[in-house]
């Protein structure tokens, strides 16, 4: 394969994790922010994140362990989100909880964008 095929490939999943835990971050804030409710239809978001997350599962099949992971942050970070909307944001536990998830998407996505960039520069 090609080196510029092989770039290509690498930089699609490189970007559709970067969007999923772009989407998957602004769920989560969504969850404690009725600002960041209001700017965006809840509706729209959970189609870019039910259609990305399909479209990255797609391209993870190569690779049954990583989808299976990723498959697990997802199911974990929406149930975390939908344990805070239940309880509250004032509720310590769920919100302690959130913030971690939201600490961690953000620690990959900064990685991950810094990754995409050293790509497409290539």
């Not at 699609?12 to 409710?37: G, I, S």
């Not at 299976?68 to 309880?87: F, H, N, P």
Request: aromatic share 4%; proline share 2%; net charge neutral.
């Amino acid at each position: 394969m090609p080196a510029s095929a092989s770039s290509i490939d690498h930089i699609e999943v490189t970007a559709a994790l970067v969007r999923l835990y772009v989407f998957l971050a602004q769920y989560l804030d969504r969850c404690v922010d009725d600002a960041a409710r209001k700017s965006f239809p809840d509706s729209e978001l959970r189609a870019h994140l039910t259609e990305t997350r399909r479209q990255l599962m797609d391209i993870l099949t190569v690779n049954p362990v990583v989808k299976a992971k990723v498959e697990k942050e997802c199911d974990r970070i929406l149930t975390v989100g939908a344990a805070c909307l239940k309880d509250g944001a004032g509720h310590a536990a769920s919100l302690d909880a959130l913030k971690a998830e939201r600490a961690v998407l953000q620690n990959k996505t900064i990685a991950l964008s810094d990754l995409l960039a050293v790509f497409r520069a290539q």
